[in-house]
């Protein structure tokens, strides 16, 4: 899906816990999010840290979709404590 | 089961015993009876003790298909209007890469325009089997055979083997199983194990260096897309959320189903700050939804984009977000609407995109 995107040059920042597989199936831009059933967020944290994790991971994307790759990367950041679970 | 069947055997110049290279630019011909390696598939039809029949062979110069396939194969599907055939035979064409490609674009259209089983037999090297892989057709099915033509015989017999199986109506199993090339067409089928039993027993044969079969065969990617270019100007810059997790409004309004959608659908977050709870929840069926259930954010990052957007990070957010199926999608379908949406994206004049995939 993604893929289809960037075919028609549109950028995409593609969030998953599964870069790997992403990386695989032809995605070129891949933000690695903190798990496969919560790629955006982080349950057991606090409201407040757990929006610090998702304002984390968007701003990353937003790095992503303004960086000229030749290939595919991942994009990767510390999420503070959280950052054991990755 | 049948009383009788019609079958209609294809050859090349070569094969057909019209000539070689210097006959190679022969158009579609018909030869009542037995051509060729004719004689031994009739035989090997017979084995079975059925009432099947080569009631013709058609045979076309390699050239000719190769350099106008279009009209030959029209011209092909034309004589065998007539012919009636219940199943059609083509080849084994070996290494012979222009033959091998006879093959399968008769095969193809023939099975697709006149609804009848095709078979045909090649080397694996051969590319004709590159377009059997691309085409995934349930009707055409291709065998095995060795590069040179030393393994006619085997061939001959494997496929007319399989051929009354095709024209009994028997269901049709897996290629490792059948000993057709796979073609990664997936379908249902019935284990004798459940799927923790499979899953162990595998990963048991990998510890012990034991021959085993993937379920589910991982493809190469060689229809890479290069990198798009980069966003020059964000702060301008219309960004739209596409997701997979299977995020609805509460009712589901559109049923999406658990697993294996075929359509996508993009609903409106125009007035929303946020993704409350209870409002919205996941139709996946592929992984524990629980947590999205509990804040859809972790799915579909409304609040934080809304943010940004206000705080001026990117110019602004696009007014719906896309839904896409993430769960058991067919590849084809996949693809199919990947492009639905990018050309969506493209209208709306979206320059970037944070695709959220569970």
């Known amino acids: ?86 | 089961m049948f009383a009788e069947a019609r079958v209609v055997y294809f050859l090349n110049q070569f094969f057909a015993g019209v000539g070689g290279e210097e006959k190679a630019n022969i158009g579609p011909h018909i030869k009542e009876g037995l051509v060729g390696p004719g004689p031994s598939l009739q035989k090997a039809f017979e084995n079975y003790g059925k009432n099947i029949n080569i009631v013709a062979t058609v045979y076309c110069g390699d050239n000719y298909i190769g350099e106008q396939t279009e009209k030959a194969v029209a011209e092909v599907v034309e004589l065998l209007a007539d012919l009636k055939p219940d199943l059609v035979v083509l080849g084994p064409a070996f290494g012979s890469g222009r033959y091998g490609y006879a093959c399968m674009e008769l095969g193809n259209a023939i099975s697709k325009q006149m609804d009848t089983f095709c078979l045909t037999a090649m080397y694996s090297e051969n590319p004709g089997i590159e377009l059997y892989k691309k085409y995934q057709n349930e009707k055409l099915f291709c065998f095995p055979t060795t590069d040179k033509a030393t393994g006619m015989a085997r061939a001959l017999e494997e496929m007319a083997a399989f051929g009354v199986k095709l024209l009994s109506g028997e269901p049709i199993g897996p290629a490792e199983l059948e000993g057709y090339v796979g073609r990664n067409i997936r379908g249902p089928w019935i284990a004798e194990k459940n799927g923790a039993e499979r899953s162990i027993d595998m990963l048991l044969a990998r510890i012990h260096g034991s021959p085993f079969l993937t379920e589910i065969a991982l493809k190469d990617d060689d229809d890479a897309v290069a990198p798009a270019p980069a966003v020059k100007d964000i702060t301008t810059a219309q960004i739209a959320l596409v997701t997979t997790s299977g995020m609805v409004p509460k009712g589901n309004p559109d049923k999406f189903r658990l697993s294996d959608n075929s359509f996508w659908r993009q609903y409106s977050i125009k007035q929303l700050d946020t993704l409350v709870a209870g409002e919205w929840f996941s139709t996946h069926g592929r992984y524990n939804t629980f947590f999205v259930d509990k804040n859809p954010n972790f799915a579909v990052p409304l609040d934080v984009a809304r943010q940004f957007e206000q705080e001026g990070r990117f110019g602004r957010l696009t007014d719906d977000y896309y839904i896409v199926p993430g769960a058991s999608s067919q590849m084809v379908n996949a693809i199919r609407m990947g492009a639905e949406v990018a050309a969506d994206l493209k209208e709306r004049g979206v320059n970037a995109v944070i695709f959220t995939s569970t």
């Open chain 1, 1 to 86: 899906m993604a893929k289809e995107i960037e075919r028609v040059g549109i950028p995409v920042a593609l969030i998953t816990a599964l870069e790997l597989l992403a990386l695989h199936h032809g995605a070129n831009r891949v933000v690695k999010g903190v798990a496969i059933p919560h790629p955006c967020g982080e349950p057991e944290a606090s409201a407040e840290d757990d929006l610090k994790v998702r304002r984390t991971i968007i701003d990353l994307a937003l790095e992503a979709l303004q960086t000229e790759i030749v290939e595919p990367k991942v994009f990767a950041r510390d999420f503070g404590v959280y950052t054991a679970k990755l």
